[in-house]
């Protein structure tokens, strides 16, 4: 079975800096994506970042990037120049890629606080 | 819609009540699910729905919760004789098929005194 790790259960960081987030997971499979949500106070899950684990090059959205080492099961989330609004949970999520049906599996979160 | 929607926003209900809270997809999408979320806790998956293939309900905690999903659009999730614990927040997603990026709803939190 499929589990993903978020170590960190709560983290700060000032303004501006830039903070990491990780994320590991343990899978067979070869065909799957990754993906980093983020849950704000006001409790509306939002995708940050989606990986397709076929893909050697790390996904961007504009100040989100993630580290995926396949090798290592490892998917860490990097948020640079933090802002206030990023305060909120953020989860971490695997799923399968070759079935159609399955679920995907979320981390436990980290809480990050953006400090001003 | 643009996104997905949940009704109410807020219940508060009484211990041993029954409620019901409703979820609405993104139209054409044929996945659908159900999380709980406890105070400051991460996801707890209840239920799932594919298309016409029967749900997958292994997340479901008792018998007193149901959920059905009719005409493969609008879901319904039954508490039924509502407990102090079933208190949370219950997110709803859907998505394209199973295997594809999961679009929230704002969620449903529920209190039961």
């Known amino acids: 079975a499929q589990t993903v790790t978020q170590s960190q259960p709560e983290m700060s960081v000032q303004e501006a800096e830039t903070v990491t987030l990780s994320c590991t997971y343990d899978t067979s499979e070869n065909n799957y994506y990754l993906f980093w949500y983020k849950q704000p106070p006001s409790r509306q899950m939002i995708l940050v970042i989606r990986?397709?684990?076929?893909?050697?090059q790390n996904a961007t959205e504009n100040r989100f990037s993630v580290n995926f080492q396949k090798a290592a099961k490892s998917f860490s989330l990097k948020i640079s120049d933090s802002q206030l609004g990023d305060t909120a949970m953020y989860f971490c999520?695997?799923?399968?890629?070759?079935?159609?049906?399955?679920?995907?599996?979320f981390g436990k979160g980290t809480r990050l606080h953006i400090l001003p | 819609g643009a996104g997905v929607s949940q009704s109410p926003s807020n219940k508060v209900t009484e211990k041993g009540k029954d409620v019901e809270l409703r979820c609405d997809p993104i139209s054409g999408h044929t996945a659908l699910y159900w999380y709980r979320q406890s105070l400051g806790q991460g996801l707890e998956f209840l239920i799932y729905?594919?298309?016409?293939?029967?749900?997958?309900k292994s997340g479901l905690p008792s018998d007193r919760f149901s959920a059905e999903r009719t005409g493969g659009s609008v879901s319904t999730l039954t508490i039924q004789r509502t407990q102090q614990e079933d208190s949370a927040v219950y997110l709803c997603?859907?998505?394209?098929?199973?295997?594809?990026?999961?679009?929230f709803g704002p969620g449903t939190r529920l209190t039961v005194l």
């Open positions: 997603a859907s998505s394209r098929w199973g295997a594809d990026t999961q679009y």
């Open positions: 999520a695997f799923m399968k890629r070759m079935n159609r049906d399955d679920k995907i599996i």
């Open positions: 729905f594919q298309g016409n293939s029967a749900p997958d």
């Open positions: 990986q397709e684990a076929y893909k050697q």
